[in-house]
T-cell receptor, first 110, second 114 residues
Framework: DAKTTQPTSMDCAEGRAANLPCNHS???????VYWYRQIHSQGPQYIIHGLKNNETNEMASLIITEDRKSSTLILPHATLRDTAVYYC???????????FGQGTELSVKP | NAGVTQTPKFRILKIGQSMTLQCAQDMNHNYMYWYRQDPGMGLKLIYY???????DKGEVPNGYNVSRSTTEDFPLRLELAAPSQTSVYFC?????????????FGSGTQLSVL
């Protein structure tokens, strides 16, 4: 599975869009980009995933560059409850392992 | 559905003791995983299973054993507990079907080895 690089921490003002970047320059053609988040000490929560097209769901949007070497998770209107550690993961679907990196600690401030 | 159920929620062990962390899911998921998370750190994969009777090592399998005799259950065994195994343990499961695989996590087991 490809490695990912994320900033250690980010701040965002409440009500603003939070844009979380992720670099995955060694991603393979059959690897998807997944995003999970972990609020405080709870179990991680699935947010979104995609292969090469941009994706949107009720929680967030995922923008993947054309060369697929990086992506951005967008929380359109961040709230205080979005304060969490966000993990970007690349893996082959049905490939078994899901390896977490260090993630980005997002702090949403009033 | 109850989702992914982990027991116990908290446990204190003495060095050298053994115990089994239980994980059960009622969603007929084929994939199951065990992770550990040390304070302030990310999750590390211990073992995973792609179906009943099949298990494989993750990043940090030493000191642990698993079995998957049924689709529903995936217990994690610590044989000789050591202080380095003090951590929060998360179990997860997923149903691998096409491109819609999403992991669902349990609430965790906080283990202290003293």
């Amino acid at each position: 599975d490809a490695k990912t690089t994320q900033p250690t921490s980010m701040d965002c003002a409440e009500g603003r869009a939070a844009n979380l970047p992720c670099n995955h320059s060694t991603i393979s053609g059959n690897e998807y980009v997944y995003w999970y988040r972990q609020i405080h000490s709870q179990g991680p929560q699935y947010i979104i995933h995609g292969l090469k097209n941009n994706e949107t769901n009720e929680m967030a949007s995922l923008i993947i560059t054309e060369d697929r070497k990086s992506s951005t998770l967008i929380l359109p209107h961040a709230t205080l409850r979005d304060t969490a550690v966000y993990y970007c993961i690349v893996r082959v679907v049905q490939g078994g392992k899901l390896i977490f990196g260090q993630g980005t600690e997002l702090s949403v401030k009033p | 559905n109850a989702g992914v159920t982990q027991t116990p929620k908290f446990r204190i062990l003495k060095i050298g003791q053994s115990m089994t962390l239980q994980c059960a899911q009622d969603m007929n998921h084929n994939y199951m995983y065990w992770y550990r998370q040390d304070p302030g750190m990310g999750l590390k994969l211990i073992y995973y299973s792609v179906g009943a009777g099949i298990t494989d090592k993750g990043e940090v399998p030493n000191g642990y054993n698993v079995s998957r005799s049924t689709t529903e259950d995936f217990p994690l065994r610590l044989e000789l507990a050591a202080p380095s195994q003090t951590s929060v343990y998360f179990c997860a499961s997923s149903y691998s079907r096409g491109t819609n695989e999403k992991l669902l996590f349990g609430s965790g087991t906080q283990l202290s080895v003293l």
